[in-house]
């Protein structure tokens, strides 16, 4: 390949990350005179040690995190109960104390997702452009590969030319283009299950995530099938190579090199059943079924009664009414009464005697207040000559 290959086939320089991944290719294939499968291994190794800084940062993130997690578990219960209590002050308090701890450990979950971004970013950067490359075609790709896959645009033969009704085995196209496709799913099938942050304390949270990590894997094998030899390629040795980097980072004296801390025991904690896709059914068709409830109920752990002591309380006799209590009481009602006004005019008048009424205890009010205040004027008055 020369410069400026790409750029004839309008695949150029670009301003996005596919664009990005092309150039680099077209650099590291025209430099370097390698065949095109040999240009795809040295960008993906060169694309490994670009993200070697990320990756050593999170480690060392991931292990602190982890180191302090039982100290996190038992303030994230602590702050649970207080909001259960109604008591938002004190789990407020509690939060803080969260942060504290993972200030004083120099823990941060940003830090745990950079690698995770970037890495999604160049893997999904490299697929669009080796696809781009292989679709357009690239003349080079078209005999730039080796051993059984010399042509890096084809893609597998899904379905076969020469199928026989009777025979199922030869519905699909199962050829030497399968090789290449079944073994990037295997890799990364490899690589879900078991790469990563090897020897980190097998928590169920981790287990869990492996099982169904693993399990999607097999459904991306319907998509290698369909992708050109280029793509595979680097499928398979992208995750050869994740697998490489988490073997080597797993061993202590390279740990301990890159400053990465050691990691505490897992904390024992009562056996759990972790996810297998195996039981999927069962659980789905207990799910329609509605057990998950009676499974969840027992799940929950009941809480012993108490046993409170039985408070005697006195009961009070009973109180019986005689008829002379009953006709007094009528009577005592009877006197309460207010007598509701047969007619307007009656009424009118009723409203105009509460009115008088009321202005008389005013108008006596007044006279009264004023009364004494003349009286205790005269009694601090300081007396006069004249009056000697």
């Known amino acids: 390949m020369h410069f400026g290959d790409l750029s004839a086939l309008g695949l150029g320089m670009g301003f996005t990350p596919v664009a990005w991944t092309r150039e680099a290719f077209e650099i590291v294939a025209a430099s370097t005179g390698l065949p095109m ?68 450990h120099d823990v941060s979950l940003g830090k745990s997702f950079m690698y995770p971004v970037a890495q999604g970013i160049t893997s999904i950067s490299c697929f669009f452009a080796f696809r781009q ?8 790709l078209l005999e730039g590969g080796t051993l059984w ?26 050829d030497a283009m399968w090789g290449l496709p079944m073994a990037a799913t295997a890799a990364m099938w490899v690589n879900a299950k078991y790469g990563g ?8 949270q981790m287990q869990n995530m492996r099982s169904i990590a693993s399990g999607m894997v097999i459904l991306f ?23 490489l980097q988490g073997w080597i980072l797993s061993i202590r004296p390279v740990r301990d090199y890159f400053g990465i801390p050691a990691r505490d025991a897992a904390p024992e904690v009562a056996p759990v059943k972790p996810f297998r896709w195996r039981d999927f059914p069962s659980k789905v068709r207990r799910f329609v079924s509605g057990k998950w409830v009676e499974d969840m109920m027992k799940a929950v752990p009941e809480e012993p009664k108490q046993n409170r002591p039985r408070v005697q309380r006195p009961r009070e006799p009973i109180k019986w009414i005689d008829q002379a209590d009953a006709q007094r009481l009528m009577q005592e009602h009877r006197k309460s009464e207010v007598k509701h ?26 006279k009264a207040n004023r009364t004494a205040i003349k009286q205790e004027g005269r009694i601090q008055r300081p007396k006069g000559k004249h009056m000697r």
């Not at 490359?133 to 080079?140: I, R, T």
């Not at 099938?225 to 992208?238: E, M, S």
């Not at 008048?349 to 009010?365: I, M």
């Open 37 to 104: 499968w040999a240009s795809i291994l040295v960008l993906t190794v060169l694309i490994r040690a670009a993200l070697l800084p990320l990756v050593i940062p999170s480690q060392i993130n991931s292990t602190r995190l982890n180191n302090i997690q039982p100290q996190m578990k038992e303030i994230q219960e602590a702050v649970k109960a207080k909001l259960k209590s109604g008591d938002k002050v004190a789990a407020a308090f509690e939060q803080q104390k969260i942060r504290a701890i993972m200030k004083a």
């Open 133 to 140: 490359m292989s679709l357009a075609p690239v003349p080079q």
């Open 149 to 174: 896959f010399k042509d890096l645009t084809q893609a597998a033969h899904i379905f076969s030319d020469h199928s026989i009704w009777w025979a199922p085995w030869t519905w699909l196209g199962i």
């Open 197 to 204: 942050d090897m020897g980190a304390p097998a928590t169920m």
């Open 221 to 243: 094998c319907f998509i290698t099938l369909t992708q050109p030899q280029a793509v595979c390629l680097y499928f398979l040795l992208n995750n050869l190579l994740l697998l």
């Open 341 to 366: 006004p047969s007619s307007p005019a009656e009424a009118h008048h009723q409203v105009h005697q509460l009115e008088r009424d009321r202005l008389a205890k005013d108008q006596a009010a007044i």
